[in-house]
């Protein structure tokens, strides 16, 4: 059985390594990757190495997605995204969960019920970042979420079937990270079915207020990974 004082000293080392590595590969800027590992030290206080596990497998996910092809992507959109992320956009994705570690503290005879919410919130992301990234190299026909007609891949509210179906495997893979510590039972397909449905979400608030310029992406995917949170917590 590990130490309390030993299990924190591993955490902190490999939010150390993590760290590192995000800035030297040029994944995170140096306060993105501090908000991160901010956020990951929440999640182990609220929920333990389950919360910190979650979001691991969501940047594995979502790194290894935004990687693929990058080539491919220049080509499609015509302009280089490889600038790392900041922290906006760390808190975007990980805001939610940040703030369900949080509660989880706060009201410590909830923390399973908040522990469903932040993998919900996390499967969101998954599956956004999947889709978006993957969708644009594999996608054949791209459609308006609002009007079902073609429109140009790449732009808010577009989406395609391949890249929807990529989606649902992001989600599915941070259901499963779930399960480890949950078990393989009802809430694998309640946290894949929040993916979809936040998903769902942000291709709608993309297509709604992004292209109006009413909010930015930032907040498109706080919001979204906030509805994947709330589906997993009407369901349960």
Same mark, same amino acid.
């Given at each position: 059985?590990?130490?309390?004082?030993?299990?924190?000293?591993?955490?902190?080392?490999?939010?150390?390594?993590?760290?590192?590595?995000?800035?030297?590969?040029?994944?995170?800027?140096?306060?993105?990757?501090?908000?991160?590992?901010?956020?990951?030290?929440?999640?182990? $206080?609220?929920?333990?190495?389950?919360?910190?596990?979650?979001?691991?497998?969501?940047?594995?996910?979502?790194?290894?997605?935004?990687?693929?092809?990058?080539?491919?992507?220049?080509?499609?959109?015509?302009?280089?995204?490889?600038?790392?992320?900041?922290?906006?956009?760390?808190?975007?994705? *990980?805001?939610?969960?940040?703030?369900?570690?949080?509660?989880?503290?706060?009201?410590?005879?909830?923390?399973?019920?908040?522990?469903?919410?932040?993998?919900?919130?996390?499967?969101?992301?998954?599956?956004?970042?999947? *889709? *978006? /990234?993957?969708? +644009?190299?594999?996608?054949?026909?791209?459609?308006?979420?609002? *009007?079902?007609?073609?429109?140009?891949?790449?732009?808010?509210?577009?989406?395609?079937? /391949?890249?929807?179906?990529?989606?649902?495997?992001?989600?599915?893979?941070?259901?499963? +990270?779930?399960?480890?510590?949950?078990?393989?039972?009802?809430?694998?397909?309640? $946290?894949?079915?929040?993916?979809?449905?936040?998903?769902?979400?942000?291709?709608?608030?993309?297509?709604?207020? /992004?292209?109006?310029?009413?909010?930015?992406?930032?907040?498109?995917?706080?919001?979204?990974?906030?509805?994947?949170?709330?589906?997993?917590?009407?369901?349960?």
């Amino acid at each position: 059985m590990i130490s309390a004082t030993i299990a924190y000293i591993l955490l902190l080392l490999l939010l150390a390594a993590g760290m590192l590595f995000s800035v030297k590969r040029r994944k995170l800027t140096r306060w993105a990757a501090f908000t991160g590992a901010i956020t990951a030290l929440l999640l182990y $206080i609220g929920t333990g190495f389950a919360g910190v596990l979650l979001m691991t497998a969501f940047f594995i996910i979502g790194t290894a997605a935004t990687s693929h092809k990058k080539y491919l992507k220049l080509k499609i959109n015509g302009d280089d995204d490889n600038a790392p992320r900041d922290t906006w956009q760390v808190l975007a994705n *990980s805001g939610i969960a940040a703030i369900l570690s949080v509660a989880a503290m706060l009201f410590p005879a909830h923390m399973d019920e908040m522990l469903l919410m932040i993998a919900g919130a996390f499967a969101t992301a998954a599956a956004d970042t999947a *889709s *978006s /990234e993957l969708g +644009v190299i594999y996608g054949r026909n791209f459609y308006n979420i609002i *009007s079902w007609k073609k429109d140009q891949r790449g732009l808010d509210g577009v989406i395609s079937l /391949e890249g929807t179906v990529l989606g649902l495997a992001g989600g599915l893979l941070i259901a499963m +990270v779930y399960s480890l510590f949950a078990g393989f039972g009802w809430p694998v397909a309640a $946290i894949a079915l929040a993916g979809a449905a936040g998903n769902f979400a942000d291709s709608l608030l993309g297509a709604i207020l /992004e292209r109006k310029q009413v909010i930015d992406n930032n907040m498109v995917n706080f919001l979204a990974t906030l509805a994947g949170a709330i589906v997993v917590a009407l369901i349960a």
